[in-house]
């Protein structure tokens, strides 16, 4: 009887314990975009960042470090291909003037050197808002709270109290031709709830043994490292699905002047081209692939060109590569648009 009394109230715990998944591994998946990014700028605090989650440093710093930038992108495979800009200061400049809307020469230097490392995108992380952490008090776990700490003795492992920053993560997914943006989302982490063991120092936890933990106080440092870490987490979690989201998808074919696509079928892997506008040119780079052959694709792909609705339609057979192919195509207008596969794995 006691053995079924502790697995029922050790569910109890764990159901009350948990929370909305965090972990972008799932994401891996599904299939990642057909492009190459490069990504720069960064997590950066301005200076009125005040006394929010990640205050307590100078005012240039990362609030979240690129490096785990990269981690939740590559985890999720968000894209084919990823590359980070290893100089924190050109990031920062680069970001910055992007965010103002200022494309100098700098600006242009940047893109152009994405370009010529084979990118088809440039990821902008264009900083990291600020605010107060706000306390909305003891939420509705408080009678599993009591419960368990009247049975267990544990209930101050119960998230019971709700905290929210407003702290926010701008980004921006941009052409590399002009710079403008395709998509610049704007990624909150909502409310989070805490246990007593995360929100309160040693006494706190001592005085629970006597007072119910969803009475004991809060410890403000503790508070703020464990909301500073959920933010952080959940703000990656959230870019890398809105970035391998079927929206973001949907946008990049619409505002992209050809839609490059990778299908498989009896015929092998053929590359189809959607595009308003006539091409006027095409490029296949791919490593191991013989020039002739590469040539020889472009010129089929543009041979095969053909009205299709108010647009055009063009499709050639890949040649076989061992790693990833990038095909860019331009057309008699001068736009230019590109996308990266994978051709040994699913289309």
């Given at each position: ?28 998946d599904l ?14 605090l ?29 985890g999720?495979?968000?894209?084919q291909?990823l ?95 002009s ?15 805490l246990?007593?063991?995360e ?14 933990p ?14 500073r ?20 998808r ?32 095409a ?11 590469a ?6 792909l ?23 192919a ?6 008699v ?15």
């Open positions: 009887m006691n053995r079924h009394w502790l697995a029922l109230a050790f569910v109890v715990v764990a159901a009350a314990c948990a929370t909305p998944g965090e972990d972008v591994g799932a994401l891996a299939p990642p975009l057909d492009c190459s990014v490069l990504v720069t700028g960064g997590a950066f301005g200076a009125d960042a005040g006394d929010g989650a990640f205050a307590g440093d100078a005012a240039a710093r990362e609030a979240i470090a690129m490096d785990a930038i990269a981690v939740a992108l590559r999720g495979a968000v894209f291909r590359a980070i800009d290893d100089d924190p200061a050109r990031r920062a400049m680069i970001a910055e003037r992007l965010r103002a809307g200022v494309v100098d020469a700098d600006v242009v230097a940047c893109l152009q050197a994405a370009r010529l490392a084979g990118h088809d995108y440039l990821l902008v992380v264009e900083g990291l808002q600020d605010a107060a952490i706000e306390n909305q008090g003891t939420n509705s776990r408080w009678p599993v709270t009591f419960a368990t700490w009247i049975l267990l003795g544990v209930g101050a492992l119960i998230p019971d109290r709700t905290f929210e920053s407003r702290a926010t993560l701008r980004v921006s997914l941009r052409d590399l031709q710079g403008r943006p395709l998509h610049d989302p704007l990624l909150v982490a909502g409310p989070i709830d246990s007593l063991l929100r309160t120092d040693v006494l706190g936890v001592l005085t629970s043994i006597v007072v119910p969803f009475l004991v106080g809060d410890d403000p440092e503790a508070v703020r490292a464990a909301v870490d959920t933010v952080a987490r959940r703000l990656l979690s959230s870019l890398s699905r809105d970035l391998k989201s079927a929206a973001l949907q946008r990049l074919r619409e505002r992209a002047p050809a839609d490059v696509a990778l299908l498989a079928g009896p015929a092998g892997r053929r590359v189809v081209v959607r595009a308003s506008a006539a091409l006027g040119g490029r296949l780079v791919a490593a191991g692939v013989d020039p002739s052959a040539a020889g694709f472009a010129s089929a543009l041979a095969s060109g053909r009205a299709e609705g108010a647009g055009f339609r063009y499709e050639a057979e890949l040649p076989s590569t061992a790693g990833l990038q095909v860019l195509v331009a057309t207008g001068g736009e230019v648009a590109s996308a990266t596969f994978a051709p040994g794995g699913r289309p």
